[in-house]
């Protein structure tokens, strides 16, 4: 792995956060997962430490107040160099199901006219990308998804909606996302997925990682349903597969 | 159980927080005026974590059905119990049967209640802080029982403090945000010669302001924010992140406000002023 210029700047009394390139990029961000875990195995207590990982960052969050930052920073430069000591992470594709029917992709008609494609198209190209989770923020369990075609690059609406229905999958702009919960959102709404990808019922209460990979598969009305009633009483089976690093 | 005869505007639970979870966007929550609770829950000799009652602007009636200890904390509120006023930051007794009835609002913004073992209500990804989704309920109702356990006898070690609360203090200290250097002298000049006036938008996720600073065309990726973070909109807008606000965000982060602050800030209501100072 190649060492990467990477600043440290202390952020408030608890906090201390790490800089990569200023860009997006799967490198970048697989160089911060591999840090991170090496962080937590051996130096980072996770009963005092938070770590958020983003795009070109990540940020140290210490439950109490972070004393010697200039020690700390030192420490934490001299870490860097030793981050592939640890194992990589397990890196996972999930394959999240996701209702692309009229009932729930309330603008898809309207984003394949502004696309100048069919809707077919829409799903074919929306279903056949494989997205890269560079953050977890913003709700609980909100994915921010890299990797969206050129193709499906439409801007977000002009006005906004005051309630987009959980499980809603949108466009906007190079992104898109699934709404982990009934929020405003001024999104295009091409379908809906039909599995809770934040439970604060369950053990692990979003199984998604930041580094991990999303892909979208079409099911029908009736599958939908059914996933439903299995995520209700807790008995749906998320499909990942285990990618090699 | 603890019967709420009146809710109150936004009354919630709330320990020092939910942590362990940000990287899955889940917000810390927890005490927005957290040093005054603290003093609350050593009268009390619960442990520091014990969950208290956060009362907003106007305040509940309650019913204890059981017996126990109690200390107010915060803003200051014209309280009564059975009729006979009660003072914050001091261990009273209740009987079972009282009613404890929060009149007008004083000082402040946010009132504690924390009694004796603290409440036992079901703990929610490691807190008992109410936040929607990650607990059913975002707020207390008219009509809910809150567990506690019964206390017949205490003998407080201290059964009074003197107020640690920062109820007259407008001077929020901060630090240097990541994005503060992006200010130039004019915007510099704005944010610490002005002072701020709170907005309509102000609740447990984060305080707006009505004055602005000049605009900017900034552009970051984001990144983790925290309580307590300055966040600077396009538009000149500032935003003050608070417990419950989001785990990242996109506006760049210009200060990034003092522990202390974050208590100062949470005690301030709907045209109050605010001004910074770097330190």
């Given amino acids: 792995m190649k060492d990467y210029k990477i600043s440290i700047r202390s952020f408030g009394e608890h906090a201390v956060l790490v800089e990569w390139p200023n860009e997006v990029d799967e490198a970048i961000l697989e160089d911060i997962i591999q840090f991170k875990s090496y962080l937590k195995k051996n130096r980072l207590d996770p009963e005092e430490w938070e770590m958020v990982p983003a795009y070109n960052s990540l940020t140290l969050i210490d439950k109490n107040r972070i004393i010697d930052y200039q020690g700390f920073k030192k420490e934490l430069k001299t870490w860097y160099k030793d981050r592939e000591t640890v194992k990589k992470r397990d890196v996972f594709l999930w394959r999240l199901p996701v209702c692309y029917d009229s009932d729930f992709a309330i603008d898809i008609e309207d984003v394949a006219k502004k ?113 439903k009633i299995q995520g209700e009483v807790g008995i749906y089976q998320f499909e990942k597969v285990k990618l090699d690093a | ?79 009564t119990l059975n009729n006979e006023p009660l003072s914050n930051n001091k261990v009273h007794k209740v009987k079972a049967g009282d009613i404890l009835s929060y009149g007008k609002l004083l000082k402040g ?113 984001t990144s983790a924010t925290m309580p307590g973070t300055v966040q600077l909109t396009p538009s000149g807008k500032l935003i003050i992140l608070m417990k419950d606000g989001q785990t990242t965000g996109g506006y760049p982060r210009i200060l990034q406000l003092k522990d202390k602050a974050i208590s100062i800030l949470a005690q301030k209501k709907f045209g109050d002023a605010i001004s910074f100072k770097l330190g």
């Fill in chain 1, 115 to 227: 696309l100048g494609i069919t809707v077919e198209n829409v799903i074919a190209l929306h279903t056949s990308s494989i997205f890269t989770v560079y953050g977890i923020g913003f709700l609980p369990g909100f994915m921010y998804l890299g990797g969206l075609p050129k193709e499906l690059e439409v801007p977000r609406r002009s006005e906004p909606r005051q309630k987009v229905d959980k499980g809603s999958v949108g466009l906007a702009g190079k992104q898109t996302g699934i709404y982990p919960q009934e929020s405003p959102g001024g999104w295009n709404i091409i379908g809906n997925c039909s599995v809770p990808i934040f439970d604060a019922e369950r053990e692990e209460p979003c199984f998604v990682d930041v580094g991990d990979k999303i892909q979208f598969y079409p099911i029908t009305r009736a599958e939908y349903d059914l996933h």
């Fill in chain 2, 1 to 79: 159980m603890l019967k709420v005869l009146k809710s109150g505007l936004y009354t919630t639970l709330q320990d020092e927080g939910r942590f362990g979870y940000r990287d899955k966007g889940v917000p810390v929550s927890g005490i927005m005026d957290l040093d005054v609770v603290r003093n609350a829950n050593i009268l009390l000799e619960n442990e520091t974590n014990a969950a208290v009652l956060e009362i907003t602007m106007t305040g509940p009636t309650l019913l204890f059905e059981k017996a126990t200890y109690i200390v107010m904390a915060g803003a200051e509120f014209s309280v």
């Fill in chain 2, 109 to 221: 913004f946010r009132g504690y209640l924390a009694l004796k073992g603290g409440f036992q209500s079901k703990v929610v990804l490691g807190s008992r802080s109410q936040y929607f989704p990650i607990t059913k309920k975002g707020f207390i109702k008219e009509n809910t029982e809150l567990p506690y356990e019964e206390c017949l006898d205490f003998e407080p070690k201290i059964s009074e403090l003197k107020s640690n609360s920062f109820l007259d203090e407008t001077v929020l200290m901060v630090s240097k945000g990541p994005e503060f250097k992006l200010l130039d002298d004019m915007q510099l000049e704005q944010l610490f010669i002005n002072s701020f006036t709170v907005a309509k938008e102000y609740n447990r996720m984060g305080y707006q302001f009505n004055e602005k600073i000049k605009e900017h065309d900034w552009s970051m990726l």
